[in-house]
């Protein structure tokens, strides 16, 4: 995995509440080095965005076709090129995010 040289490997992402607030959530990229607060912070966006299911569905429910997928964008953009390339392939946001 190649970290973000230009900004010091330490990249934001921006990612957009959904619903009325206007509160602006912020994401860091995937690192060889911050698996574990890169996952917390992921996770807490998903569940503030009311997505989570997408990871931990209930158990005997679907995931909206929709949930999926802005789970699964939100998710791609926090991470490098190389990484996303190898998990773009994935249908479901969990396979992506367990990985």
Wanted: charged share 20%; net charge negative; proline share 4%.
């Amino acid at each position: 995995m190649v970290d973000d040289k230009s900004s010091g490997g330490n990249a934001i992402v921006p990612v957009s509440s959904q619903g009325s607030s206007s509160i602006s959530l912020q994401c860091p990229k995937l690192t060889d080095t911050n698996y574990t607060s890169w996952a917390i912070l992921v996770e807490t966006i998903l569940r503030a965005n009311g997505l989570w299911e997408a990871i931990d569905p209930v158990t005997g429910a679907t995931v909206e076709e929709k949930k999926n997928y802005t789970t699964k964008a939100i998710i791609f953009q926090s991470l490098p090129e190389d990484v996303l390339l190898l998990v773009a392939k994935h249908k479901y946001a969990k396979d992506v995010f367990v990985i």
